[in-house]
């Protein structure tokens, strides 16, 4: 006899209006994140093109701060918790990092 771990029941096999919600709901994290992907784009272009010298680089890095962390709190909220991958691949500064406490 052969042992089988539980299952739990898939409520998208039986009720396709689950399925319909699962589905849109789905649609609107991937959504709200490649949203707030290129908001942290957006700001860290625009703060790569500001001098150090600057007056205006203190507020691209505040706004560059502010999309990273949202876009953070939006990735853990959905399951996503390391970070690591990400700050590489979009090449975040240490110095907005450091704005968000991360060592």
């Not at 999309?67 to 990735?75: D, E, G, K, L, T």
Request: proline share 7%; net charge positive; no cysteine.
């Amino acid at each position: 006899m052969a042992l089988k771990p539980p299952t739990r029941p898939d409520p998208m096999k039986d009720d396709p209006l689950a399925a319909a919600f699962q589905y849109e709901a789905a649609a609107e994290i991937a959504v709200s994140l490649g949203i707030a992907g290129k908001k942290v784009e957006a700001t860290l272009a625009a703060l790569k093109a500001t001098d150090k010298g600057d007056p205006a680089r203190e507020e691209r890095l505040k706004a560059a701060a502010k999309a990273v962390h949202a876009y953070f709190i939006q990735r853990e909220i959905i399951g996503l918790r390391r970070h690591q991958l990400i700050i590489r691949e979009m090449g975040i500064p240490g110095e907005v990092l450091a704005r968000l406490g991360v060592s």
